[in-house]
């Protein structure tokens, strides 16, 4: 299993097998090298994020559509709109569009700068390439809306939201892997994870 933090690790457990990333670029550079050599019909990217976009909720879900790093890596991923209707079934606020990975964490004023994203986490650009020619979606929870400093005292509860949330995309996760052919018994996919709050 790959993931960060245990208690993201926790959050999607039951899910599928979960492969531990790491937080980073670097390590999320070489989870995505050996995912590859993993057999599973396909991959999806989920964690907590930092929100850019104002009106994001802590809890809210974010669908990557497009990933940007901020060494220029780009990623297109198609599979995040059938996930986001998935987990809008279930009841989440879910937000689909851009996502931007970075190699730090981003104070409010430098996520403010970051034009044309929702969200912005520490892996999910890199780790795209673990998908390869599977079926790829990227979901992460808003664990700190923008505007919000690391040291604000709200930013442990509304971690703990951003956890629940993730839980509660279980299920969402199973339906869209299942209408990805996806097979139960098998290595189900990758789950990259990161703590930016």
């Known amino acids: ?13 039951g899910s599928g097998r979960i492969l531990r990333t790491g937080m980073g670029r670097a390590k999320a550079r070489i989870a995505a090298a050996r995912a590859l050599a993993i057999e599973a019909r396909c991959v ?20 990557a559509t497009h990933l940007r790093g901020d060494d220029g890596v780009e990623a297109v991923v198609p599979g995040s ?11 989440l606020r879910v937000h689909v569009g851009a996502l931007a990975s970075t190699s730090r964490l981003l104070p409010p004023a430098e996520r403010a700068q970051l034009d044309g994203v929702l969200a912005v986490d520490m892996e999910s650009a890199w780790l795209a390439a673990a998908g390869g020619e599977r079926p790829l979606a990227v979901l992460r929870a808003i664990a700190d809306p923008s505007g919000r400093r690391l040291t604000d005292p709200r930013i442990v509860p509304e971690g703990v939201r951003a956890l629940r949330s993730l839980r509660r995309c279980r ?20 789950y990259a994870t990161e703590m930016s709050a």
Do not use: F, S, T
């Not at 299993?1 to 457990?13: F, I, K, S, T, Y």
């Not at 709109?81 to 009841?91: I, K, P, Q, S």
């Open 81 to 91: 709109a059938l996930l986001a209707a998935a987990l809008e079934g279930l009841g």
């Open 44 to 63: 999806v990217v989920a964690g907590v994020a930092g929100g850019v976009a104002p009106g994001l909720l802590p809890g809210d879900i974010v669908c």
């Open 171 to 190: 299920a969402g996760i199973a339906e869209w892997a299942a209408a990805n052919e996806y097979v139960p018994d098998m290595v189900e996919g990758v």
């Open 1 to 13: 299993m790959l993931a960060p933090l245990r208690v993201e690790e926790a959050a999607l457990h």
